[in-house]
């Protein structure tokens, strides 16, 4: 199994908690298709995909959201083609994956119905950044020590969250990943370790937030 550093937003400075949550990605043996790619690796490019479309904000998103539906309906149809050729973990994975984009695909459908507040979200940067809530002008230099303090205050506070502000808290992690990705080629090559694991960490506790919150609305 080889460990997955998932593209959203990572890692964030020291908190009062210390926990760390790695995500194991299985390896796959799947069979090659006319195409020439395995299944495998149609599974690890919607991995790659939902990653890329998680760490965009949200006016972007919701612009191509039509364009985006398609793209997984896709990709998803290509993977079940041949699913019985994968591995139980891949399944399991694809499975997973699957879950995480409905999820995600519901939130997005529901900040275009309900826009968030500015000024409740300007105190939300305050809150998750400190320091680093100018996001446009945090410098390469800092970039690690940004993520670090965002995810010192997910792992303190996540617990007492609803499922609004976890839509403010996203927001944010998107718009720090898009500062990120601005000045990528000047980050140095550890910091940008530490921040795909530190991104990888958010991505788990808000799909954990995620499953949770659907669990409670179920039972309601």
């Known amino acids: 199994m080889s460990a997955l550093l998932l593209w959203g937003c990572e890692g964030n400075r020291t908190a009062q908690e210390t926990e760390e949550i790695t995500v194991d990605v299985p390896a796959d043996t799947a069979r090659v298709e006319r195409t020439g790619r395995t299944v495998g690796e149609r599974l690890e490019s919607l991995r790659g995909w939902m990653n890329e479309k998680v760490e ?58 309900t826009p968030l507040d500015q000024a409740e979200l300007e105190q939300w940067e305050e809150q998750l950044l400190r320091e680093f809530q100018e996001i446009e002008s945090i410098a390469p230099q800092d970039m690690r020590e940004a993520y670090l303090t965002f995810m010192g205050v997910i792992r303190a506070k996540r617990r007492n969250w609803t499922q609004n502000d976890w839509d403010y808290v996203d927001n944010v992690y998107g718009q720090l990943n898009q500062r990120r990705g601005q000045v990528e080629n000047q980050i140095s090559n550890s910091d940008k370790l530490k921040i795909r694991a530190l991104q990888a960490e958010y991505l788990t506790l808000e799909g954990a937030a995620d499953a949770q919150s659907t669990m409670r609305n179920m039972r309601n």
């Open 56 to 113: 965009r904000g949200d006016t972007a998103i919701q612009r191509e959201m039509p364009g985006i539906k398609e793209d997984f309906r896709k990709r998803s149809e290509e993977i079940e083609q041949n699913l019985d050729s994968l591995s139980a973990d891949s399944k399991a994975e694809y499975a997973r994956l699957k879950e995480r984009y409905e999820r995600w695909e519901n939130r997005q459908e529901r900040r275009l119905n």
